[in-house]
Protein backbone atom coordinates (compact mmCIF):
# COMPACT_ATOMS: atom_id res chain seq x y z
CA UNK A 1 0.00 0.00 0.00
CA UNK A 2 1.01 3.39 -0.51
CA UNK A 3 0.24 6.40 1.49
CA UNK A 4 -0.54 9.93 0.22
CA UNK A 5 -0.20 13.11 2.26
CA UNK A 6 -1.57 16.50 0.43
CA UNK A 7 -0.38 19.93 1.13
CA UNK A 8 -0.97 23.26 -0.51
CA UNK A 9 -4.60 24.20 -0.81
CA UNK A 10 -6.13 27.28 0.31
CA UNK A 11 -7.92 30.28 -0.71
CA UNK A 12 -6.92 32.58 -4.20
CA UNK A 13 -8.18 34.91 -6.29
CA UNK A 14 -8.71 34.45 -9.41
CA UNK A 15 -5.75 34.76 -11.52
CA UNK A 16 -3.10 33.99 -9.03
CA UNK A 17 -1.44 30.68 -8.25
CA UNK A 18 -0.84 27.84 -5.70
CA UNK A 19 1.60 24.92 -5.59
CA UNK A 20 -0.03 21.65 -4.47
CA UNK A 21 2.32 18.75 -2.79
CA UNK A 22 1.92 14.93 -2.45
CA UNK A 23 4.52 13.17 -0.55
CA UNK A 24 4.53 9.08 -0.95
CA UNK A 25 5.44 6.58 1.28
CA UNK A 26 5.18 3.02 2.04
CA UNK A 27 5.59 0.76 -1.10
CA UNK A 28 6.64 3.32 -3.57
CA UNK A 29 8.50 0.93 -5.41
CA UNK A 30 5.44 -0.36 -7.31
CA UNK A 31 4.45 2.83 -8.34
CA UNK A 32 4.07 3.58 -11.79
CA UNK A 33 2.52 7.09 -12.74
CA UNK A 34 1.24 9.25 -9.81
CA UNK A 35 -1.28 12.18 -10.86
CA UNK A 36 -3.95 14.80 -9.76
CA UNK A 37 -7.41 14.92 -9.73
CA UNK A 38 -10.40 17.15 -8.50
CA UNK A 39 -13.87 16.85 -7.55
CA UNK A 40 -16.07 19.84 -7.47
CA UNK A 41 -19.59 19.64 -5.77
CA UNK A 42 -22.01 17.73 -7.55
CA UNK A 43 -19.92 16.65 -9.80
CA UNK A 44 -17.77 13.72 -10.73
CA UNK A 45 -13.76 13.26 -9.94
CA UNK A 46 -11.84 13.72 -13.10
CA UNK A 47 -8.33 13.88 -13.76
CA UNK A 48 -6.15 17.15 -13.91
CA UNK A 49 -2.86 16.03 -14.34
CA UNK A 50 -0.93 12.81 -14.39
CA UNK A 51 3.19 11.88 -14.83
CA UNK A 52 4.96 8.53 -15.17
CA UNK A 53 7.78 7.38 -13.95
CA UNK A 54 9.61 8.26 -17.36
CA UNK A 55 8.26 11.60 -16.83
CA UNK A 56 5.75 11.83 -19.46
CA UNK A 57 2.64 14.24 -18.56
CA UNK A 58 -0.79 14.22 -19.61
CA UNK A 59 -3.14 16.99 -18.86
CA UNK A 60 -6.77 17.85 -19.02
CA UNK A 61 -8.16 20.75 -21.70
CA UNK A 62 -9.19 23.20 -18.89
CA UNK A 63 -6.11 23.15 -17.37
CA UNK A 64 -3.05 22.86 -20.46
CA UNK A 65 -1.09 26.05 -20.82
CA UNK A 66 -2.19 26.84 -16.50
CA UNK A 67 -1.10 23.75 -14.67
CA UNK A 68 2.20 21.64 -14.65
CA UNK A 69 2.93 18.57 -13.10
CA UNK A 70 6.27 17.64 -11.63
CA UNK A 71 7.88 15.36 -9.32
CA UNK A 72 11.24 14.71 -6.65
CA UNK A 73 11.97 11.16 -7.37
CA UNK A 74 14.42 11.59 -4.43
CA UNK A 75 11.91 13.20 -2.30
CA UNK A 76 8.92 10.73 -3.70
CA UNK A 77 6.99 13.53 -3.86
CA UNK A 78 4.62 15.09 -7.02
CA UNK A 79 3.74 19.08 -7.46
CA UNK A 80 0.90 20.39 -9.19
CA UNK A 81 1.71 23.99 -9.91
CA UNK A 82 -1.16 25.81 -10.57
CA UNK A 83 -1.01 29.31 -12.37
CA UNK A 84 -4.13 31.64 -13.77
CA UNK A 85 -6.16 30.21 -11.62
CA UNK A 86 -10.63 30.18 -11.92
CA UNK A 87 -13.26 29.87 -10.17
CA UNK A 88 -13.90 26.66 -11.72
CA UNK A 89 -10.85 25.18 -11.03
CA UNK A 90 -12.52 25.15 -7.11
CA UNK A 91 -12.78 21.47 -6.08
CA UNK A 92 -11.09 19.30 -3.81
CA UNK A 93 -7.82 18.12 -5.19
CA UNK A 94 -6.66 14.34 -4.65
CA UNK A 95 -3.55 13.25 -5.14
CA UNK A 96 -3.64 9.60 -6.92
CA UNK A 97 -0.83 7.05 -7.21
CA UNK A 98 -0.93 4.15 -9.61
CA UNK A 99 0.88 0.86 -8.80
CA UNK A 100 1.66 -2.50 -10.36
CA UNK A 101 -0.29 -4.98 -9.08
CA UNK A 102 -0.25 -8.72 -9.99
CA UNK A 103 -1.35 -8.28 -13.70
CA UNK A 104 -3.22 -5.21 -13.49
CA UNK A 105 -3.22 -1.70 -11.61
CA UNK A 106 -4.41 -0.46 -7.90
CA UNK A 107 -5.24 2.84 -7.06
CA UNK A 108 -4.02 4.50 -3.42
CA UNK A 109 -5.59 8.26 -2.77
CA UNK A 110 -4.60 11.26 -0.78
CA UNK A 111 -7.27 12.74 1.85
CA UNK A 112 -7.86 15.74 -0.76
CA UNK A 113 -6.80 19.23 -0.13
CA UNK A 114 -9.33 22.30 -0.42
CA UNK A 115 -8.53 24.88 -3.55
CA UNK A 116 -11.02 27.63 -3.49
CA UNK A 117 -10.70 30.56 -5.71
CA UNK A 118 -12.44 33.73 -5.49
CA UNK A 119 -13.49 36.07 -8.34
Known amino acids: QVQLVESGGGLVQAGGSLRLSCAAS????????MGWYRQAPGKQRELVAS???????NYADSVKGRFTISRDNAKNTVYLQMNSLKPEDTAVYYC?????????????WGQGTQVTVSS
Open 51 to 57: ITNGGST
Open 96 to 108: NARRVYGLGYLND
Open 26 to 33: GSIFSINA
